[in-house]
């Protein structure tokens, strides 16, 4: 694995890990919103080892790629930059994304950046308000950050109770950055928070997308997502032509934080059906 720097627009520039063979099918990585890349480490070294080159990166404002100056965090401006990605890949490609990530991707397709394979990690058009809004409470509060890395476990506890608190919290670390005044906060622009995404008529702009008849997607599921409702997936499931559900029992929306081995085992199996590795560069 290599950390590289891909230059977009504005001259700001994206940082992805970069894993596995240049010239091999390959595999992009867009995080959640309030993510790093990160949360997909495991993931891409496995991707890797099945023959995938693989890129994983941080969304623009988030992690170790630059912030918007003008606070641009639209979906055109995402777009953009998963263009730019798209260009250090060969043919096939798959898009995996979760949450914003995900979106993101669809946005994509739908403006011509199509690619051979989707997977969608817990998210669909039509999301539940609710969950958003839950989801968004816990974004923008703390505001004022954390005086140390337990301090910001105790939150994620507070908003996960059902989830075990970490024994090791170098993984976390890596999501919080330290500010002059010496607190930690979370690893990304707060001016994507004022973003609303729902203004740009999501389900508007995925009406009628091409890509949605002949683009093989793969919804992976939490089954105890609160963004993720059975009418949203019957709504992603009448558009999408070729479309296939994973449902990982005991993971909420951060799938592969919570289930890795059943996620990597649901998104490989899937890409091994419908646009397979290289063998030769597999191990």
Known sequence: MKTIRIPVAGGLHIVADEYGERGAPAIILGHGGGQTRHSWDRAGAEMARAGYHVINYDLLGHGESDWEPDGDYSFARRCADLNAISSLVARPVAFV???LGGLSAMVAAARGLVPDAMVLVDIVAKVSEVGVERILGFMSASPEGFASVED??????????????????????????????????WHWDPQFLTVNHQDESLADLLDG???????????VR???????????????????THFEVSDIIGAGHMVAGDRNDQFNDAVLGF?????????????
């Open 222 to 240: 939490g089954m105890k997502s609160d963004i993720v409702t059975d009418e949203g997936v019957a709504d992603l499931q009448a558009r999408i």
């Open 209 to 219: 997308a091409a890509w949605m008849d002949n683009v093989p997607t793969m919804l």
């Open 97 to 99: 994304g979760a949450s």
């Open 152 to 185: 910001a476990a105790d939150a994620i506890s507070a908003y996960y109770p059902d989830r075990p608190r970490p024994k090791r919290l170098d993984g976390l670390a890596k999501n919080l950055r330290q500010t002059g005044d010496g607190r930690l906060r």
């Open 271 to 283: 890409l091994g059906r419908v646009m397979p590795a290289n063998p030769s560069l597999a191990h």
